[in-house]
């Protein structure tokens, strides 16, 4: 059973940083792609940035030049570099994992959202 794990979230003000971890447990396969959704009250959940293994990554135009997505594949970790949050980027962060066995099915992971407030 696969579970992640994230932390790193908190209050910060407008202008800061704050980092955030995700760490997957259990069977992930080499084929799967990490990353970071987010939600914000009465929105729905989007994507901020996700990272395919060995492979390319990918950005919402809102945090292009500010956030910066980052992969430790010894430890099954997927980080999220934000900087220059402004009161818009409060939200849930959500670390989601999807791994592709070798027959091809793939599965997704949520974790369980990790709280990121920016004060004015």
């Known amino acids: 059973q696969v579970q992640l794990v994230e932390s790193g979230g908190g209050l910060v003000k407008a202008g800061g940083s704050l980092t955030l971890s995700c760490a997957a447990s259990g069977k992930v396969y080499s084929v799967n792609t990490m990353g970071w959704y987010r939600q914000a009250p009465g929105k729905e959940r989007e994507l901020v940035a996700d990272?395919?293994?060995?492979?390319?990554?990918t950005y919402a135009d809102f945090v292009k030049g500010r956030f910066t997505i980052s992969r430790d594949y010894s430890k099954k970790m997927v980080i999220l570099e934000m900087n220059s949050l402004q009161p818009e980027d409060t939200a849930v962060y959500y670390c989601?994992?999807?791994?592709?066995?070798?027959?091809?099915?793939?599965?997704?992971?949520w974790g369980q959202g990790t709280q990121v407030t920016v004060s004015s």
């Open positions: 989601k994992l999807t791994s592709c066995s070798h027959e091809h099915t793939c599965d997704d992971y």
């Open positions: 990272s395919v293994a060995l492979g390319p990554s």
